[in-house]
């Protein structure tokens, strides 16, 4: 489940991106409710894109601003309520990690959706069925 933390560059230390990172990683296990499900840990995986100050822009102008991306399989975070629940919790995870540099109203998500069938892992196309006994341990998959 593919996460994308984009910054402008400066804003958060390595440190402070890796723990963000975490954050963001715990976040949507806590949402899903899959803290123990080791398939999920192990492909919610993503990049750090540190972008050039100037690259990054409100209402046309730099900004100190992040952008968190979140990619799902249809299936995931289903509910209104759950969707809520990864956006408060990761904008929670990034404003803490800018220890008072980033304002909340410039921390900005998104959650983009795969249909069915159309989440691949290791060369393998996923139906939703698939991946649900795969995150619950039903089914074991080839590496």
């Given amino acids: 489940?593919?996460?994308?933390?984009?910054?402008?560059?400066?804003?958060?230390?390595?440190?402070?991106?890796?723990?963000?990172?975490?954050?963001?990683?715990?976040?949507?296990?806590?949402?899903?409710?899959?803290t123990e499900s080791t398939f999920m840990a192990?492909?919610?995986?993503?990049?750090?894109?540190?972008l050039p100050r100037n690259h990054?822009?409100?209402?046309?102008?730099?900004?100190?601003?992040?952008?968190?991306?979140?990619?799902?399989?249809?299936?995931?975070?289903?509910t209104p309520e759950a969707k809520q629940a990864f956006i408060e919790k990761a904008t929670d995870v990034v404003e803490k990690a800018g220890a008072g540099?980033?304002?909340?109203?410039?921390?900005?998500s998104n959650i983009v959706y795969a249909p069915e069938g159309a989440w691949g892992i290791a060369g393998r196309s996923y139906s939703n069925s698939d991946l649900v006994d795969a995150i619950t341990g039903a089914a074991i998959v080839e590496s």
């Fill in 42 to 50: 192990a492909n919610i995986i993503g990049t750090i894109n540190v």
């Fill in 56 to 78: 990054v822009l409100s209402a046309g102008k730099p900004v100190e601003a992040a952008f968190i991306e979140l990619k799902l399989p249809e299936i995931a975070l289903a």
């Fill in 1 to 34: 489940m593919p996460i994308t933390l984009t910054l402008p560059e400066g804003l958060l230390s390595p440190a402070a991106q890796a723990e963000a990172f975490a954050g963001l990683t715990q976040a949507i296990l806590e949402v899903s409710g899959l």
């Fill in 101 to 108: 540099r980033l304002k909340r109203e410039h921390i900005w």
